[in-house]
C-alpha cells in the first residue's frame, strides 16, 4: 500500500531536483562581458555555483601541487609553550578560474576574506612534534589573489601556539629543537600535495630575538603522514615540518648568575683573612653567601620547567654551594683549633702533619710518645719537659708572629743521649699558629680548586 506513495514521492522530488538544476543552469550568469563588470560582481558570477563548486578541489589528473611559502614575524616563548607569529602563503592553480577569455583585461583578482569564501583554499591543520594538534588561529588577515590563468595566491597570518619537548640537560647553555608539522587535513596525499617551494621557503625576520632565545635556522622538510586521524579522511597526508633550531641568549644568565656567584665565592673566601677568632664576622660572612646565593639561584631557575634530570645550572649550583659551604666549614673547623689549649706537636709542619694533628691532637700525642718510647725510655720525660718547657708564642692578636712558624724557635729537637745525630725533629705549634697555618693553607687550596672546577666545567659546557 505504501510503496506507490513513496514511488510517487520519489519521482516528485527527482522531477524537481531536474527542475532546479535546469532552471539553475538556465540562469547561469553569462561571462561574456567579464570587462565590463566591477570586480566584485565578475567574481560572484565566475565562482556561481552553476559553474564553480568551491567544495571540490581544482580539477587535475595528479594531486594539486601547492607551493608553501612561511615568514615567521615574532616568536615568544614562556618554558615550553612556544608561540609563533606567523604568514603562510600557498600558491597553486585553479583552472575553473581561469579567466583569460571571459575577462582578457582584467589583470589580477585581488581580495580579502570574502574572495576566500568564494573559492576552495586547502585547509590545513598544525602538529606539534608529539603529534597533538597545537592552537592555531588565522586571523582575519587574509589576501588572496588570482591572476588571469587561474593562480591563485592564499596569504594568512596566524599565531601558532606549540609545545616543544626541551632539552635542559645544558641549561642554560642549550640548543633546542623545535618541530612542527602540518597537512591539509581535508585532501589526503591523493588529492594535495603540500610542496615548500623551491626558492627559499621561508623567511625569518632578521635575527628573530624572542625571550631569551636567538633563532639560528629552520630547517625544513617533506614528509608524509600515514593516517588515519581520529576526525579526518583516510589515507596518507603530505606533511611539511619546519624544525626550528635556537639557542639561549646566555648574556642574561652571565650577567644575573654567573658573574654573580663568582662574587658570592670570592666574598665566602674573605674569611680566610680574617682572623680564626673573628666568629661573628666568619659566621656572618659564610651563612650570608650561602643564603644569598640561594637567592639567587631561585631566581634564576624558576622560569624553566621543573625537570628531573641534572641540568648544567644545577651542578654549578651544586659546587659553587658546595664551595661557598666548605668556606663556612673552615671557618667553623679553625676556629675550633683556636680554641684549644694545648700545644700541639707533629712531626713536619707539613699539611699532611698539621691536619692529623689538627683533627686528633690526642692520637698525634700518643704517637710522640711511642715514637719516642721506641728509641729510649730514658728520653721521654726528657722531652716531655723540654716541651712543657718551651713558652707559648705571643701570639693572641698578632698577625705577624705567624711567620715565624718554620723559623727555629718552633722546632724541638729531641736528641738521644748517646747519640750524636738529631734522630728526629717535631715540631710544636700553638693552636693558633695551627688555625692561622690552615688559613693561609685555605687562601691558595679553595681559588685553585675553584679554578680546577671551572675549567673542567667550562670545558663541558662549550666542548662536550
Ligand atoms: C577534469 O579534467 C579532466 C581532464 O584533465 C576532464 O576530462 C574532466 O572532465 C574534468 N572534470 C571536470 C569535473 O571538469
Ligand atoms: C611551485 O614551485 C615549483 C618549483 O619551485 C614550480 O615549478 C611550480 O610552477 C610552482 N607551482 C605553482 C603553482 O606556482
Not at 633563532?215 to 614528509?223: I, K, R, T, V, Y
Not at 593516517?227 to 644568565?253: A, C, M, N, Q, S
Not at 715565624?404 to 736528641?415: E, F, Q, W
Amino acid at each position: 500500500m505504501a510503496s506507490p506513495k513513496v514511488l510517487l514521492l520519489g519521482i516528485l522530488l527527482l522531477g524537481g531536483g531536474i527542475g532546479i538544476g535546469n532552471g539553475s543552469a538556465a540562469d547561469c550568469p553569462t561571462l561574456s562581458n567579464g570587462d565590463d563588470l566591477p570586480q566584485d560582481q565578475f567574481i560572484s558570477q565566475l565562482t556561481d555555483p552553476c559553474r564553480y563548486d568551491k567544495y571540490v578541489r581544482p580539477n587535475t589528473t595528479t594531486p594539486l601541487p601547492i607551493n608553501v611559502t612561511m615568514e615567521i614575524t615574532h616568536m615568544e616563548a614562556t618554558q615550553s609553550q612556544f608561540t609563533s607569529y606567523m604568514t603562510v602563503q600557498f600558491v597553486y592553480l585553479d583552472s575553473n578560474l581561469n579567466y583569460e577569455t571571459s575577462s582578457p583585461q582584467r589583470t589580477i583578482i585581488l581580495g580579502d576574506e570574502s574572495l576566500k569564501a568564494k573559492i576552495w583554499t586547502p585547509n590545513i591543520l598544525m602538529r606539534d612534534e608529539s603529534g597533538t594538534s597545537v592552537i592555531a588561529t588565522s586571523t582575519k588577515d587574509i589576501v588572496v589573489s588570482i591572476t588571469k590563468t587561474g593562480l591563485v595566491t592564499y596569504s594568512y597570518k596566524m599565531t601558532v601556539q606549540f609545545n616543544c619537548q626541551m632539552d635542559l640537560k645544558k641549561f642554560p647553555f642549550d640548543y633546542q629543537r623545535c618541530k612542527i608539522a602540518f597537512s591539509d587535513w581535508s585532501n589526503n596525499a591523493a588529492n594535495v600535495d603540500l610542496k615548500w617551494t623551491q626558492t627559499p621557503p621561508f623567511y625569518k625576520a632578521a635575527d628573530l630575538h624572542f625571550s631569551e632565545y636567538i633563532m639560528d635556522e629552520a630547517e625544513f622538510n617533506l614528509g608524509s603522514d600515514a593516517g588515519p586521524y581520529p576526525g579526518l579522511p583516510v589515507g596518507t597526508f603530505t606533511k611539511l615540518t619546519i624544525e626550528f633550531k635556537f639557542h639561549r641568549d646566555i648574556g642574561y644568565y652571565l650577567l644575573d648568575f654567573f658573574i654573580p656567584s663568582y662574587l658570592l665565592v670570592f666574598t665566602a673566601w674573605v674569611t680566610f683573612w680574617l682572623q680564626a677568632d673573628a666568629g661573628p664576622p666568619r659566621a656572618t660572612l659564610g651563612a650570608s653567601t650561602v643564603v644569598a646565593f640561594i637567592t639567587l639561584h631561585l631566581g634564576v631557575s624558576k622560569d624553566i620547567p621543573k625537570v628531573s634530570y641534572v641540568k648544567a645550572s644545577d651542578v654549578w649550583f651544586l659546587a659553587v654551594i658546595f664551595f661557598i659551604f666548605l668556606s663556612l666549614a673552615e671557618f667553623a673547623f679553625v676556629n675550633v683549633i683556636w680554641r684549644r689549649k694545648k700545644h700541639i706537636e707533629l712531626k713536619k709542619p707539613k699539611p699532611k702533619y698539621v691536619l692529623k694533628s689538627a683533627f686528633m691532637p690526642q692520637k698525634s700525642r700518643e704517637d710522640l710518645q711511642r715514637y719516642a718510647s721506641t728509641l729510649s725510655l730514658a728520653t721521654i720525660g726528657q722531652s716531655n719537659d723540654s716541651l712543657n718547657s718551651t713558652k707559648p708564642l705571643p701570639l693572641q692578636g698578632n698577625y705577624k708572629s705567624v711567620d715565624s712558624l718554620d723559623s727555629a724557635n718552633c722546632h724541638t729537637a729531641i736528641s738521644i743521649p748517646g747519640s750524636d745525630e738529631q734522630v728526629f725533629t717535631w715540631t710544636k705549634m700553638t693552636p693558633q699558629e695551627v688555625a692561622i697555618y690552615v688559613d693561609r693553607k685555605a687562601r691558595i687550596v679553595f681559588p685553585v680548586t675553584f679554578l680546577i672546577f671551572n675549567v673542567l666545567y667550562w670545558v663541558f659546557v662549550y666542548c662536550l
